[in-house]
């Protein structure tokens, strides 16, 4: 078993197939929330089946399998991230040569939310209090802290805002890794505002004034 975790909630128009190589050096768990499980269920050496939302599955899915003991850094992709195996590992790489606690790739084209996770030219990481849902990697320490915030919103939404108040002590262990190249392949089509500013609310979590800053 490896001591890195790529676990992704996959449907039919997944990309999981571009993130690995002939040895990729972490393990891969995919959950089929849709009809295609005949389809990819020879695709990792750990695919199951099951219903509903990512970070709610994924949650589900670390506590019945006990994985946070196995690994030592998680990461969790959406689907239509376009990744390959060299830049997933060099993404491990970062985490653990620079003790980060919470990190992600950053976007190399246009389809983002966060204007700040958009890769920044001759940077290869930026320390930054804000790492979104779409990719987040985790140490075992930071997904200890943060996993009960999986199941607590249905849709995602503001956990990211909420995971920065749990990891407050680490100001130098969150970043935004540019020297890692990812493509966010459509463009960002839903919303849950109503959804966003109940746990805002609810954690007290808003007015996050999220900023990133050099690292090297």
Same mark, same amino acid.
């Given at each position: 078993?490896?001591?890195?975790?790529?676990?992704?909630?996959? +449907?039919?128009?997944?990309?999981?197939?571009?993130?690995? +190589?002939?040895?990729? &050096?972490?393990?891969?768990?995919?959950?089929?929330? =849709?009809?295609? *499980?005949?389809?990819?269920?020879?695709?990792?050496?750990?695919?199951?089946?099951?219903? &509903?939302?990512?970070?709610?599955?994924?949650?589900?899915?670390?506590?019945?399998? @006990?994985?946070?003991?196995?690994?030592?850094?998680? #990461?969790?992709?959406?689907?239509?991230?376009?990744?390959?195996? @060299?830049?997933?590992?060099?993404?491990? &790489?970062?985490? %653990?040569?620079?003790?980060?606690?919470?990190?992600?790739?950053?976007?190399?084209?246009? *389809?983002?939310?966060?204007?700040?996770?958009?890769?920044?030219?001759?940077?290869?990481?930026?320390?930054?209090?804000?790492?979104?849902?779409?990719?987040?990697?985790?140490?075992? %320490?930071?997904?200890?802290?943060?996993?009960?915030?999986?199941?607590?919103?249905?849709? +995602?939404? +503001?956990?990211?805002?909420?995971?920065?108040?749990?990891?407050?002590?680490?100001?130098?262990?969150?970043?935004?890794? =540019?020297?890692?190249?990812?493509?966010?392949?459509?463009?960002?089509?839903?919303?849950?505002? %109503?959804?966003?500013?109940? *746990?805002?609310?609810?954690? @007290?979590?808003?007015?996050?004034?999220?900023?990133?800053?050099? &690292? #090297?």
């Amino acid at each position: 078993m490896e001591k890195y975790c790529t676990i992704a909630a996959v +449907g039919k128009n997944s990309l999981h197939r571009e993130w690995t +190589g002939c040895s990729p &050096g972490f393990d891969l768990h995919l959950i089929v929330y =849709d009809d295609s *499980y005949e389809t990819f269920k020879d695709d990792a050496p750990y695919v199951t089946k099951a219903r &509903g939302n990512k970070f709610i599955l994924i949650d589900e899915y670390l506590s019945a399998n @006990d994985l946070v003991r196995q690994y030592e850094y998680f #990461y969790f992709p959406d689907d239509d991230i376009l990744i390959d195996s @060299d830049n997933i590992r060099k993404l491990f &790489g970062y985490m %653990e040569e620079y003790r980060l606690m919470l990190a992600q790739p950053a976007i190399w084209n246009y *389809y983002i939310s966060h204007p700040h996770t958009m890769k920044h030219p001759a940077s290869k990481f930026r320390y930054t209090n804000f790492v979104e849902i779409m990719q987040p990697c985790f140490s075992r %320490e930071a997904l200890q802290r943060v996993q009960f915030t999986f199941s607590a919103s249905k849709s +995602g939404w +503001g956990l990211d805002f909420h995971w920065p108040k749990l990891m407050a002590s680490e100001k130098w262990h969150m970043a935004i890794i =540019d020297d890692v190249v990812s493509f966010h392949t459509r463009p960002v089509r839903s919303s849950h505002n %109503e959804e966003l500013m109940e *746990y805002l609310k609810k954690y @007290d979590c808003d007015n996050l004034p999220i900023y990133s800053f050099p &690292g #090297y």
